[in-house]
């Protein structure tokens, strides 16, 4: 079992970036795929990013694909989202998740473990 902890959440104007992070508990992180999903109010959670365990293979949601970078340092136990050029439509909740798997997945029902979530907020 993996306990998962987002930070780097805050307030950024458009057009500009913040740095998540997902620090996981336990000793095995390197054999998790990990992923970034977000929920904004009223709306569904919806798949940003997810990343291999190895880190060699990513996969990104259109919204954000050439402005997100996700990372991992599994020495660190830690996943990052890079965001950069936010638009006050990246405001949401953000969320990571982790399951243990040489696969990843964009589907939110695939993964067994989720953090409590990191607060974004782009203003216009």
């Known amino acids: 079992q993996v306990q998962l902890v987002e930070s780097g959440g805050g307030l950024v104007q458009a057009g500009g970036s913040l740095r998540l992070s997902c620090q996981a508990s336990?000793?095995?992180?390197?054999?998790?795929?990990v992923a970034w999903f977000r929920q904004a109010p009223g709306k569904e959670r919806e798949f940003v990013a997810a990343?291999?365990?190895?880190?060699?293979?990513?996969n990104y949601a259109d919204s954000v694909k050439g402005r997100c970078t996700i990372s991992r340092d599994n020495a660190k136990n830690t996943v990052y989202l890079q965001m950069n050029s936010l638009k006050p439509e990246d405001t949401a909740v953000y969320y990571c998740?982790?399951?243990?798997?040489?696969?990843?997945?964009?589907?939110?029902?695939?993964?067994?473990?989720w953090g409590q979530g990191t607060q974004v907020t782009v203003s216009s």
């Open positions: 998740a982790a399951r243990i798997s040489v696969l990843v997945s964009t589907t939110r029902e695939w993964y067994q473990y």
């Open positions: 990343t291999t365990r190895s880190g060699a293979s990513t």
């Open positions: 336990g000793r095995t992180f390197s054999s998790y795929a």
